[in-house]
Structure formats: structure tokens, C-alpha cells
């Protein structure tokens, strides 16, 4: 079985939008999400891009500045204005940062019910305690497919432990008592561990990594894996090989890529309804 992103994705556009409606309704004003591009990353770009396009569809004004060279303090500056100012209702630093910079030393700076983009430790903490109002966009993806295609499931593995993926997706796993075991670059015998599992995520960034010697007929595989190889992208999985051989399995494109572009505007609609709500 195809667990499809896309239809996923559609899904909670349809639901933000209704509310990002009726907060427009109310409130008299278009909500903003800022993000902020430092250096001339192509695939950055890319994604910034298609931040503005699906900003558009949802009645949200996404805006691009944009910096060729920039220091930290400046930086840091800038998301010390926006976070006072009440036009703007989330903001974003697009990875990767050129290499003078550190993402964490930036972001750390961003409010936690602005940050879209759900990467400040004070919302990567919440997760261990339940709190996901603001989660890293990606682990919240996966856990969105895993529950509308209603995955019974409980046993899963990660492989990968970035606080991108890896780390706030085991917490909020947890969160719904599921089992989890996380695997690494120094974890040994990873083939044991998910021939073992229910389910599978990975995202270790190699094409056709996971292939069919890590799975069972059982397995219901997660690609987050985002890998380009002659300008087409791929997952980590082995995904034609793989499809007939497991219970269910996310394309690449068109499984976790697409839910995680729609959850950074789940993020900043409940970062804005706490604005909203407390300010
Ligand atoms: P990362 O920080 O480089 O993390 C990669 C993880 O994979 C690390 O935990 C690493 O282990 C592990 N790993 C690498 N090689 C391995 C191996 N041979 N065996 C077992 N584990 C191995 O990257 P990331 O930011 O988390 O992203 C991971 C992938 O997800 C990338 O392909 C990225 O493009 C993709 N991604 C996709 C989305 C999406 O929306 N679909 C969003 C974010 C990221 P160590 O910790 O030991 O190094």
C-alpha cells in the first residue's frame, strides 16, 4: 500500500485554511510569516519559494529577506524586531546558514509561538513533556501520516537522531505510547533491530539505503530521506523494490516532503492563535 502524502497534505491545507478563514474574519488582518535567507543556497531557494506559493493558497503573506552575506549580530537584530512586531506571526531561518553562522546560536532568539519552524530548544523540550503545540515541522509530518491512515502499529524504529528528525520524532512517538527504538551511524546491526519493527523511519540521507534486507512483509516504511541524483529526487528507500514487499510504504516525492511543507503552517496557525489569544 501507497501511504501518499499528498492526500495528507491536502487534507490539513483544507483544515488550516478554514481557520486561518475565520481568524482573518475576526481579526481584520493578513497574518505574516517572515523568513529569513542568508546566503544563496539553490535548494533554500527552492523551499522558500514554495513557502510564498503555499503561504498564497492559505491567505497568509510569506515574505522573503534575503541577505548574500550576513553577520549574527545582525541577524539576530532583525528576529529581535519581529518578534515585538505584531504583523508578524512567525519566522523562519532557512538552513542551511552559510558557514560563519550556527542555526542554533540564531534561533535560539525566536519566540517559541513564532518559530514555524518548530527548531528553538524551548519547543524541542515541550515535546518531552507533551506540549506540541509547536513540533519540528518533519517528525510532525510522519506522525500525520501514521495517524490518518490510522497505523495500529506501535512498535517503531528511527534511523536517524538530528533534532531535525530523529530526536523530537521519538518524543512525540512516545507521546503516543509507542515503542521506540532510535539507530544511528555507530548503531550495529540496524537489520536486526528493523527486521524486528512495525514500522520503519528513515532518513539517513542515502539513496536506496533501506532495501529489502531490512524489512518484513509487515513493515510499514517512512521515507524522509530527501536525495537528489541527476536532478530527480529520491528517498532512502528502495522504494520499487520495496513496495510489493512491505505492508505500506511513503513515496519520495509525494510522501513525508509534502506533509512537512503544510505542517510548518500548522505550527504557525497554533503559534497565532497563542498570539491571538495572549497578547
Ligand atoms: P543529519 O543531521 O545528517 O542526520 C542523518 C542521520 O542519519 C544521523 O543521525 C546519522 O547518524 C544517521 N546515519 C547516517 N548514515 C547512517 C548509516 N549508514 N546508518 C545508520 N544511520 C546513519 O540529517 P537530517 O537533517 O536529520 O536529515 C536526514 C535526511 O532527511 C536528509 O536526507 C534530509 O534531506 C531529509 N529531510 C527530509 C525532510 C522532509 O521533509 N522530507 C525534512 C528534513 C530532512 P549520526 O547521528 O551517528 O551521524
Not at 475576526?26 to 488582518?29: A, P
Not at 532495501?211 to 517512512?222: D, G, L, P, Q, R
Given at each position: 500500500m501507497i501511504l501518499d502524502g499528498k492526500i495528507v497534505a491536502k487534507n490539513k491545507m483544507d483544515a488550516i485554511k478554514e481557520n486561518i478563514d475565520k481568524i482573518i474574519d475576526?481579526?481584520?488582518?493578513t497574518p505574516e510569516l517572515r523568513l529569513i535567507q542568508a546566503g544563496n543556497d539553490e535548494a533554500s531557494s527552492i523551499y522558500a519559494r514554495a513557502?510564498?506559493?503555499?503561504?498564497?493558497?492559505?491567505?497568509?503573506n510569506v515574505?522573503?529577506?534575503k541577505f548574500d552575506t550576513v553577520s549574527k549580530d545582525i541577524l539576530i537584530d532583525k528576529i529581535k524586531e519581529y518578534s515585538i512586531r505584531k504583523d508578524i506571526n512567525g519566522i523562519m531561518i532557512e538552513s542551511p546558514l552559510p558557514e560563519n553562522l550556527n542555526f542554533y546560536d540564531i534561533?535560539?532568539?525566536?519566540?517559541?509561538?513564532?518559530?514555524s519552524d518548530g527548531m528553538t530548544p524551548y519547543n524541542e523540550g515541550n515535546l518531552s513533556l507533551r506540549n506540541e503545540m509547536i513540533a519540528p515541522a518533519t517528525a510532525?509530518?510522519?506522525?500525520?501520516?501514521?495517524?490518518?491512515?490510522?497505523?495500529?502499529?506501535?512498535?517503531?524504529?528511527?534511523?536517524?537522531?538530528?533534532?531535525?528528525?530523529g530526536r523530537p520524532l521519538a518524543m512525540m512517538l512516545l507521546n503516543r505510547d509507542y515503542t521506540v527504538t532510535v539507530c544511528h551511524s555507530r548503531t550495529e546491526n540496524i537489520k536486526k533491530i528493523t527486521e524486528n519493527s512495525d514500522i520503519i523511519i528513515v532518513a539517513v540521507g542515502k539513496k536506496n539505503f533501506l532495501?529489502?534486507?531490512?524489512?518484513?512483509?509487515?513493515?510499514?516504511?517512512?521515507?524522509v530521506g530527501i536525495n537528489y541524483d541527476n536532478n530527480t529526487v529520491y528517498g532512502d528507500a528502495d522504494y520499487n523494490n520495496l513496495l510489493n514487499n512491505v505492508k505500506a510504504i511513503t513515496p519520495v516525492p509525494g510522501g513525508v516532503g509534502i506533509v512537512t511543507a503544510t505542517d510548518i503552517f500548522q505550527n504557525f496557525l497554533n503559534g497565532l492563535n497563542y498570539q491571538l489569544n495572549n497578547f
Open positions: 475576526k481579526y481584520k488582518f513557502k510564498i506559493k503555499r503561504g498564497k493558497k492559505l491567505g497568509i515574505t522573503l529577506e534561533v535560539n532568539y525566536i519566540p517559541f509561538y513564532k518559530d510532525r509530518a510522519v506522525v500525520d501520516i501514521l495517524e490518518y491512515y490510522n497505523i495500529k502499529d506501535r512498535n517503531a524504529v528511527i534511523i536517524n537522531r538530528s533534532p531535525v528528525v532495501n529489502e534486507s531490512f524489512v518484513n512483509k509487515n513493515s510499514t516504511v517512512i521515507d
